[in-house]
């Protein structure tokens, strides 16, 4: 009895480890009735069962998967909010480079305007002369020699720092910036006729050009406008004191931008009064001229006796293609002849 009590014991305790065992394996319960050796939520042993946070908590990356109610329910599936998406921006486009303006010319020093020419009828080199060499700058070399050996008058000195500072500026030898900026300097405000106004206008122009860029060489280019250097007109005629002449009579002709050598406006000029040719009897060429400064000239001649009388009359100045008039300049006097003796009375 005892030992049939006993096997049967024997066999119970080993069928319950087996189905404790068979319970640890499969994850669940025992099947069969509730012992209460291990309540729910309670581990192997009985102790309460701890997750750790890290059991609990999904990894980074993976779905938590669907939620449960406290009673076991299945609840829809939320998804968790994830974090705003951070937009990188757009680079800016790239510009290109402007690309550098092409270098321009330099503007060229603008040269001598026209004269008029002076014709030189004797063959000898004089200021104005020179001045219509200069006229082309390629001539500038041919000119200096002339200007440099000449006596060292104001128009002869401004000719010739132009010319050196025409050879400087177009690069070829015999220039000379420093003589012709020290010319320039010594000859401000001298009185200079009108091509020498002129040639000293243009140093400066060269002179200017020059301290702007040291090292450019350029060929000067003539002036742009018409014109002449020298505005020829008869400035003033002078006959006696009350403006009446008798043939004979000294007529002073003053001349304003005259262009001309005087020696060869002696030889070859001309004035006529009332269209008649007029001279100077006491002056070898004809014609008594002065030079005055500024490029002035004053020309004496006499009043020709075939000029009618009554009538003002023109004052011509010519001298090769230039002409200048002063209009009703000269009134001619009528010359009442003398009355004779008067005869005796009778007695």
């Known amino acids: 009895m005892r030992a049939s009590l006993g096997a049967r014991i024997s066999g119970l305790l080993i069928a319950g480890a087996l189905a404790v065992s068979l319970t640890a394996v499969l994850g669940g319960a025992p099947a069969g009735p509730d012992t209460g050796a291990n309540p729910p939520g309670a581990g192997p042993g009985g102790a309460p069962e701890r997750r750790t946070a890290e059991a609990a908590a999904p990894s980074p990356g993976t779905d938590a998967g669907p939620r449960t109610s406290p009673d076991g329910g299945r609840r829809s599936t939320v998804p968790e909010p994830s974090a705003p998406r951070q937009r990188t921006a757009a680079p800016p486009p790239v510009r290109p480079e402007p690309a550098a303006p092409p270098d321009r010319p330099l503007a060229a020093p603008v040269w001598l305007p026209a004269g008029p020419r ?29 200007a440099a050996a000449a006596a060292p008058d104001d128009e002869w000195r401004v000719l010739a720092a132009l010319a050196r500072a025409c050879l400087a500026v177009r690069g070829v030898g015999g220039g000379d910036w420093e003589v012709a900026a020290r010319e320039h300097a010594a000859l401000a405000g001298r009185p200079l006729g009108c091509k020498g106004r002129a040639a000293y206008t243009v140093l400066g122009g060269l002179l200017e050009f020059h301290r702007a860029h040291p090292a450019a060489t350029v060929r000067p280019v003539s002036p742009s406008r018409g014109g002449t250097a020298c505005d020829f007109r008869v400035a003033s005629v002078r006959v006696g004191g009350d403006g009446g002449a008798r043939p004979g009579d000294p007529v002073t002709v003053e001349l304003d931008g005259a262009f001309f050598d005087p020696a060869e406006f002696a030889r070859a000029g001309e004035v006529s009064v009332g269209g008649v040719p007029a001279t100077d009897p006491a002056a070898p060429d004809g014609l008594a001229v002065a030079a005055g400064p500024g490029g002035r000239l004053t020309v004496t001649v006499g009043v020709p006796a075939a000029v009618p009388a009554g009538t003002p009359v023109d004052v011509v100045v010519r001298y090769a293609d230039a002409r200048a008039v002063r209009e009703g300049a000269v009134t001619v006097v009528t010359v009442l002849d003398s009355p004779g003796p008067s005869a005796p009375s009778p007695s």
């Open 118 to 146: 002076s014709p030189d009828s004797d063959g000898t080199p004089d200021p104005a002369s020179v001045y219509d060499r200069l006229r082309t700058p390629d001539r500038c070399a041919d000119a200096l020699p002339a």
